[in-house]
């Protein structure tokens, strides 16, 4: 009961942080809200009793893409442009109803899935006791989640760390090359200027 309450205040959080992204215009503001969301989706995790995605949410969703859109946000002010998002020029009803139908299409495709924690569920019959059984003799790590992360699906967390690592070396070049130009365009302003 009180599970279903923690979850059920969680999720209204998170669809009130959603509605208040989109309502925004304040670019600071949002990032905020996008930071406040992430350490929700954290909490849920925790909750669902998935410590080690909550863990990677925390720290990439709400650390480190908070501090990359802060900087890049630092990075770009121009004192007469305004920090706020424009408004849209355009009606939101195909965005709106491309979300809406692939939600439904998402909805539809979990609708044959097992009861969350189902002891009957394939994974909880047939994958779940082989880790548990194996995971030491065939690893020699003690710590099963370890086990799997770093040794049986290896290949799959390389590739998430990879994918995390090239979203950061390309948002720190995109910075650097938007300094770059701030400084060109300083100098050629400051040479102007001093030859008049």
Do not use: C
Not at 5 to 32: D, K, Q
């Amino acid at each position: 009961m009180i599970d279903n309450a923690v979850n059920i205040t969680l999720l209204s959080l998170l669809a009130i942080h959603a509605i208040a992204i989109v309502r925004m215009r304040s670019l600071f503001a949002v990032i905020m809200l996008f930071s406040g969301f992430s350490f929700l989706s954290a909490g849920l995790f925790v909750a669902l009793d998935a410590a080690d995605v909550a863990f990677t949410e925390a720290a990439v969703g709400a650390g480190i893409s908070t501090v990359l859109m802060l900087a890049t946000l630092a990075i770009t002010y121009a004192p007469e442009v305004h920090k706020e998002e424009k408004s849209p020029t355009h009606k939101p009803w195909l965005p709106l109803s491309v979300v809406i139908i692939t939600g439904g299409m998402l909805i539809y495709g979990t609708s044959d899935i097992p009861a969350f924690g189902d002891p009957n569920a394939p994974a909880q019959k047939h994958v779940a006791p082989y880790y548990l059984e194996n995971s030491l003799s065939d690893t020699g790590v003690p710590n099963v989640v370890t086990a799997v992360l770093a040794s049986y699906r290896g290949f799959d967390t390389l590739g998430e760390v990879t994918v995390i690592f090239t979203a950061g070396i390309a948002v720190l070049l995109l910075i650097g090359g938007r300094r770059k130009e701030k400084i060109v365009a300083e100098t050629e302003t400051k040479r102007d200027s001093s030859e008049t």
